[in-house]
């Protein structure tokens, strides 16, 4: 089992920032990547962005190429989702997901362990 833990949603103005964290833990060893998805009301869960386990690799939803960045943080087994130029259309709650596979990992269907969600609201 692998345990996720979200923090750091909020309100924000638009074109505000926010940070979002995860910090994992438990077999993190079985993890090879990590990813944000985020679900809107009346909306199917999306793809925000992904992180191999390593830090190698960086894969985005072509929305949030050049606003959004995922890093990774070793030492912490923390996962960063850190959001600029935030939209109202960024509504949403966001989740963080783990993966035992290195491909398609813009695909939700690839996790296997999810958070609990944290709410990310931009007013307009």
């Known amino acids: 089992q692998v345990q996720l833990v979200e923090s750091g949603g909020g309100l924000v103005q638009a074109g505000g920032s926010l940070r979002l964290s995860c910090a994992a833990s438990?077999?993190?060893?079985?993890?090879?990547?990590m990813g944000w998805f985020r679900q809107a009301p009346g909306k199917d869960r999306e793809f925000v962005a992904a992180?191999?386990?390593?830090?190698?690799?960086?894969w985005y939803a072509d929305d949030m190429k050049g606003r959004f960045t995922i890093s990774k943080d070793n030492a912490k087994n923390t996962v960063y989702l850190q959001m600029n130029s935030l939209k109202p259309e960024d509504t949403a709650v966001y989740y963080c997901?783990?993966?035992?596979?290195?491909?398609?990992?813009?695909?939700?269907?690839?996790?296997?362990?999810w958070g609990q969600g944290t709410q990310v609201t931009v007013s307009s």
């Open positions: 997901a783990a993966s035992g596979e290195l491909r398609r990992i813009w695909d939700a269907g690839v996790y296997d362990y």
């Open positions: 438990g077999r993190t060893f079985s993890t090879n990547a």
């Open positions: 992180i191999w386990w390593s830090g190698s690799s960086t």
